[in-house]
């Protein structure tokens, strides 16, 4: 559970469950005029990405770090490159989940419940890097197409007796919180072109990073213009003691809750001896 207060109000995001939604929707994409589509589509530019490790494990004194991400554009038409107008943006997005948004409100001096909004499928993390700013790559209604972006990523509301306009404020309040907490980022310039055609992403992996599987995704834009989408997978795991007894407590229950009871009668035990007086 998550909270914020505001001047009338405290918004709470709960778990409510999991939900993996389904890729996001692309631009669609035609020949240029003259051109067969096979044609269009052997000239056509590529885009590829890869990780050095499909698996990081992180440990109690995780403080965060930055994850970089390395790609290569193909079929790059060379004036085009010389003029910099191919653009790139990579999103780590982590695993989803059901988040229930509670507004709370003083009623008579106690914080009591009051509206509830149920959204499904919230990516729990969203880690973001593009070549430079947003605005400058293409308009608003192709980031919203392409679910791109904090702000600009479709979220699912369950129906409800809220507005419309309180389910987008609903909405807008469960972004500044996950952005608050340093789960929702978004780094300007974090994409940079090495070579001609390869590239690099650095990525923020903050300190509260959820452990599941992230999805990452890098899409090529031309002139303004959405042209491919490159995917892979990364899994972040726990690791060390502590996740092992967190383990053991959520797929062991009935062994962890007896191990506990005898633990705890056998430090009585032999805390009484110890202390006891003769």
Known sequence: MVSRRYPHSIWQIVLAGSLFLGASPSLAQTAPPGETIEASTAQAETIEIGLSTETIAITSNFRGTDLTIFGALDNADPLTRRQGRYDIVVVLQGPDRDLVMRKKQRYLGVWVNAESQTFLGVPLSYSLASTRSLQDITDPEAYRQLSLGVDNFHLTAVISENSPQDIKQFGQELREIKTQDGLYTQRIGGVEFISPTLFRATLSLPTNVPVGRHKARALLFRNGTFL???????????????????????NHSLLYGLFAVL????????????FRRD
Request: hydrophobic fraction near 50%.
């Open 228 to 250: 491919r989408e490159a995917n892979t997978s990364l899994q972040i795991v726990k690791a060390g003691l502590e996740y092992r007894i967190y383990d053991a407590a959520q």
């Open 263 to 274: 633990l705890a009668v056998v430090t009585g035990w032999f805390g009484r001896l110890l």
